[in-house]
T-cell receptor, first 108, second 113 residues
Framework: SQQGEEDPQALSIQEGENATMNCSYK?????LQWYRQNSGRGLVHLILIRSNEREKHSGRLRVTLDTSKKSSSLLITASRAADTASYFC????????FGAGTRLTVKP | DAGVIQSPRHEVTEMGQEVTLRCKPISGHDYLFWYRQTMMRGLELLIYFNNNVPIDDSGMPEDRFSAKMPNASFSTLKIQPSEPRDSAVYFC???????????FGSGTRLTVV
C-alpha cells in the first residue's frame, strides 16, 4: 500500500556531517510527517509539516515541503552516531501512508 | 501516560492457530491505527478507527484478519487461521485527531511456523 518513495534507500555519513533524505508522494495531503525507527523498536514522531507550510525547524531537523512537486526533504544537521536509524515520511489526509524509508548510518 | 501499549511483544505460533494482538491507546486519542511491517512490503496500514468505529479496513489482507475496538482504551487484531506469510511486526498507533502525529507502540513480532 506504499504510495511514495524515499531516497536514498541508504545513507552513510560521518559524525558531524549533514544528512538529507527525500520523500515523494502521489496522493493529496493535508500534512506530511517524518518518523524515526531504531532497530527493533517502534516509530517515533519527529516533525509534522502542514500542506500550507513550506519549511519547518525543530532542533537539528529541518523539513521542507513542495506540494507542487509532491515532495519533501528532511535535513539533519551536525549528525551524531545516535541518529543512526531508519527514517520514514508519512503523508495523507486522515490516515497516513508511509514511504519505504531511508536507513541512515552515522559513523563516529 | 505510558504511551501506546501492545501485547504480547513476541508471539510464536503454529500455522492454523488463532492469534490475538492487543493494543491500549493513549487516553484521549480519538484515532487508532493498526500497521504491519515487513522487509518486503514496508509499513502497511491494515485498519483504523475513529472514536471506536472502524473507518477504513481496505488494508486488511484477507478475511482471516479481523479487528475490534470495543471501547476507547482497547483494541484487538485477530488472525484466524494464521499462516507463515503473516509473520511480521504488527504496530498499533494512536493519534489525538486528524492532522496530529502518531504515537506508536513497541510492536508485536509475530512468527508463524
Amino acid at each position: 500500500s506504499q504510495q511514495g518513495e524515499e531516497d536514498p534507500q541508504a545513507l552513510s555519513i560521518q559524525e558531524g556531517e549533514n544528512a538529507t533524505m527525500n520523500c515523494s508522494y502521489k496522493t493529496s495531503i493535508n500534512n506530511l510527517q517524518w518518523y524515526r525507527q531504531n532497530s527493533g523498536r517502534g516509530l517515533v514522531h519527529l516533525i509534522l509539516i502542514r500542506s500550507n507550510e513550506r519549511e519547518k525547524h525543530s532542533g537539528r531537523l529541518r523539513v521542507t515541503l513542495d506540494t507542487s512537486k509532491k515532495s519533501s526533504s528532511l535535513l539533519i544537521t551536525a549528525s551524531r552516531a545516535a541518529d543512526t536509524a531508519s527514517y520514514f515520511c508519512a503523508y495523507g489526509i486522515g490516515d497516513m501512508r508511509f514511504g519505504a524509508g531511508t536507513r541512515l548510518t552515522v559513523k563516529p | 501516560d505510558a504511551g501506546v501499549i501492545q501485547s504480547p511483544r513476541h508471539e510464536v505460533t503454529e500455522m492454523g492457530q488463532e492469534v490475538t494482538l492487543r493494543c491500549k491507546p493513549i487516553s484521549g486519542h480519538d484515532y487508532l491505527f493498526w500497521y504491519r511491517q515487513t522487509m518486503m512490503r514496508g509499513l502497511e496500514l491494515l485498519i483504523y478507527f475513529n472514536n471506536n468505529v472502524p473507518i477504513d479496513d481496505s488494508g486488511m489482507p484477507e478475511d482471516r484478519f479481523s479487528a475490534k475496538m470495543p471501547n476507547a482504551s482497547f483494541s484487538t487484531l485477530k488472525i484466524q487461521p494464521s499462516e507463515p506469510r503473516d509473520s511480521a511486526v504488527y504496530f498499533c498507533a494512536s493519534s489525538l485527531s486528524q492532522g496530529y502525529g502518531y504515537t506508536f507502540g513497541s510492536g508485536t513480532r509475530l512468527t508463524v511456523v
